[in-house]
């Protein structure tokens, strides 16, 4: 039963105080003394030991919350990426971008479970998603226009400020 404790940091206090425990402990202490120095009480003492010899140093570390049990399953997960890859003017709205808003209404209408726009966010992020933002372009924009003025008159105007410059 001697296991030594791996030289990982504990977390936090109470993690290092149940640590010094069974260190304690593993020297020979008795329950009552470990109570004492620890400035607990001997149940609290009782319980630690008991977690450590059932799984050893490693049961006394904490253990984070387990959270929420998530209302969409890992199946309904992929079907909502496939709804995603249809795109939205596929499921009635306007435009072909997602928001947070839309993907929220997608997820209620075809699986009947309400999350805010954040968290809807946040579900097809961890989905590998990305956030779109619609790019904002002038409806009477010419390309042919600006490829000409990038070509031609950028070049000339260059020329322009190199000879200036050099004089």
């Known amino acids: ?32 003394d470990i109570a004492e120095a620890l400035g607990v009480s001997e149940g609290a003492v009782s319980q630690w030991l008991k977690r450590a010899r059932e799984g050893g140093a490693e049961a006394l570390r904490s253990q984070p919350g387990p959270g929420a049990k998530p209302r969409l399953d890992q199946h309904q997960k992929q079907g909502l990426l496939a709804l995603l890859a249809l795109g939205a003017e596929a499921h009635g709205f306007r435009g072909e971008v997602w928001t947070q808003p839309r993907i929220a209404k997608l997820i209620r209408r075809e699986f009947g479970v309400r999350y805010p726009p954040s968290q809807a966010g946040r579900i097809v992020k961890g989905l590998g998603w990305s956030r779109q933002k619609p790019q904002h372009r002038a409806s009477q924009r010419d390309e042919a226009a600006i490829e000409r003025w990038r070509t031609v008159e950028w070049d000339r105007i260059k020329k322009k400020l190199t000879t200036s410059s050099a004089r």
């Not at 290092?16 to 402990?25: S, T």
């Open 1 to 32: 039963m001697n296991e030594k404790v791996k030289e990982q940091p504990p977390r936090d206090w109470r993690e290092a105080r149940r640590l010094q425990a069974w260190k304690l402990k593993q020297k020979g202490w008795k329950q009552k």
